[in-house]
């Protein structure tokens, strides 16, 4: 376009026309930022397989994005190196997912961010800086490992939200883990490491019950873990503990509990006992050690092959005064499970905080009460699942929302149901409840309680369990349980009262999930005394007894003295 007239009224004219360009450029880019955040335009983001993989990759590609100045507030130095959710604190970060068929090597995928997400799309959050980082699970164990070994992971990136045009993300690393001996977190464990590694061997035994049930070979893993002076006892035989771990635990996290306790035994802290330490991991969560229809037939597996094959191979006390059961959260219900199940097998078990051990209080919600729901109370105001200092961190639906979004498998309500549900035709396990609405499913929850409510079990069969069982049963939980499991705890002990039975319930003040073996500065301070009362029952005799220690909750006077 040409303009005419004298030099200075051209020039005057081009500014005109330069303004007006920019105010309908910063209205147009204000319309479109408006639009986002309404949520009509969603906002979308490139990742590019950039150097974390030399070969096309498939799996679920997260986005993660939380906001930049309470996470730098927050990191080591101000530089925040990882952006990822929090189970405790889902809201603080908000994640986006999508499913990757294939993905070649500098080839991108775009991800909607408003089409699968958590807290809320990203289109709605609130505008601002934030710090976001991409990952690619490749095995889908996101929910139950979190980001583990083989993860492709971006650098994270600053983005202000909303934005005009889509930032990329470039995968350009693949996750590690530390060696799992290095106890990088604790210098005295790390220390105690390579002698504990010395006296331990690793347990990989395929099982034929669990590889028959599979169709493929299915592997039993874990570690034996042998007293110091054990190569030098000649053919002394020592009690066994079986221990198993948590939600979220696995072979590699078993280690540092075996070094505590190796740590342990060599200072006299811990009677001399061979520990077995159980991983009951599996792509679909935890699988309890119970048989399930959908999982298989664990508890059978170890019961009648792995147990037998450690006994001939160790110098075992190869009778029930001589085995015991321990484990938290997940592996507290675990090891309660397999102690009323084989109770002629085992000579107590000591659980510490079991997921629910009445159905009646499932994490507070009444599985059983007319028209029940996860979500919400009768009232309408929503179920919590998590508290911390007295404080609701997230809900049941805040929780079952979020495992949607990080992916099909392994989440903690998935895990339930691949251990407690009924088998569907698609061979999927029967959801609990309507994932949208949190409606419970009656009829799943009358399978669930036949087969797998321990109180109800026990309230069922007393009178042929009674004889193997009574006195045999040790539960321990805080009362600020992190995830409300002290209530089922208080129902189980009511059962077990009514029937008269004789058990060991203690409830320890202001304790949570994460610090109820914490005593002072000592981490291990519940375990150790948990493996003292072992001994008693089986070396009544001894004469090792425990050290000078300060008073915990104690058991009822002469119940850790119990042996069938």
């Known amino acids: 376009m040409e303009i005419i007239g004298k030099p200075g009224m051209r020039k005057s004219v081009w500014i005109a026309l330069t303004l007006f360009l920019v105010v309908v450029l910063a209205m147009l880019a204000s319309a479109l930022a408006l639009r986002w955040h309404a949520g009509v335009t969603p906002p979308i983001f490139k990742v590019e397989l950039d150097g974390a993989a030399t070969q096309p990759v498939s799996g679920r590609l997260l986005l993660f994005a939380t906001e930049a100045t309470a996470a730098r507030k927050a990191a080591k130095n101000g530089k925040v190196e990882s952006v990822d959710a929090d189970p405790l604190y889902p809201m603080r970060t908000a994640v986006a997912s999508r499913e990757v068929s294939r993905l070649a090597p500098r080839q991108s995928v775009t991800i909607d961010t408003d089409n699968q997400a958590f807290p809320r799309s990203f289109s709605s959050l609130p505008p601002g800086e934030y710090l976001l980082q991409a990952v690619l699970d490749l095995d889908h164990n996101y929910n139950y490992s979190g980001r583990s070994a083989g993860d492709l992971v971006s650098p994270v990136i600053s983005v202000h939200l909303p934005a005009i ?51 493929r070979p299915i592997h039993m893993r874990g570690w034996v873990l042998t007293p110091p002076g054990y190569e030098t006892s000649g053919n002394a035989h020592f009690p066994t503990v079986y221990y198993t771990h948590g939600f979220g635990g696995s072979e590699e996290r078993l280690i540092n ?110 599985l059983y009460a007319p028209h029940s729901n996860v979500y919400h109370r009768p009232d309408g105001t929503p179920w ?110 009511a059962v077990l009262d009514a029937l008269h039975a004789k058990s060991d319930f203690r409830y320890l003040p202001g304790k949570t999930h994460a610090d109820l073996y914490m005593q002072g500065d000592d981490p291990r301070a519940l375990l150790k005394q948990i493996s003292w009362e072992m001994y008693a029952v089986a070396k009544p005799d001894s004469s090792i007894k425990p050290p000078a220690q300060a008073a915990m909750v104690a058991p009822p006077p002469g119940l850790a003295q119990h042996a069938e």
């Open 165 to 215: 045009t889509p930032s990329t993300l470039r995968l350009v690393r693949v996750q590690s883990e530390p060696y799992p001996w290095q106890m990088t977190s604790a210098p005295d464990l790390q220390v105690a490491a390579p002698d504990a590694r010395a006296h331990t061997k690793p347990i990989d035994r395929v099982s034929p019950v669990l590889s028959a049930f599979w169709g």
């Open 257 to 366: 509990t075996l070094v505590g306790v190796h740590l342990d035994m060599v200072k006299g802290q811990m009677p001399p006992m061979i520990w077995v330490f159980l991983d009951e991991s599996g792509p679909t969560g935890t699988h309890e050690f119970a048989d399930s229809v959908n999982n298989g037939p664990w508890g059978k597996a170890l019961t009648t092959e792995l147990i037998p094959a450690l006994e001939s191979h160790y110098r075992m006390d190869a009778k029930a005064s001589g085995r015991f059961l321990t484990g938290h959260s997940s592996g507290g219900w675990a090891t309660l499970w397999l102690q009323i199940n084989y109770p002629k097998l085992f000579g107590g078990t000591w659980s510490t905080s079991p997921d629910p051990v009445d159905f009646h209080d499932f994490s507070g919600v009444n």
């Open 384 to 493: 919590p699942l998590e508290r911390m200092n007295g404080k609701v961190q997230g809900t049941f639906e805040d929780s079952v929302r979020l495992e949607r979004v990080l992916g099909a498998y392994g989440g903690q309500m998935s895990s339930y149901e691949w251990v407690f549900s009924p088998r569907n035709d698609d061979g999927r396990p029967a959801l609990l409840f309507d994932r949208d609405t949190g409606a419970v499913n009656p009829k799943v929850v009358a399978y669930w309680r036949d087969h797998y409510d321990i109180a109800y079990r026990l309230q069922q069969d007393w009178p042929k369990l009674e004889p193997d069982l009574d006195g045999k049963i040790h539960v321990m939980v805080g009362t600020a349980d992190t995830y409300y499991l002290d209530g089922a705890v208080h129902k189980l002990q």
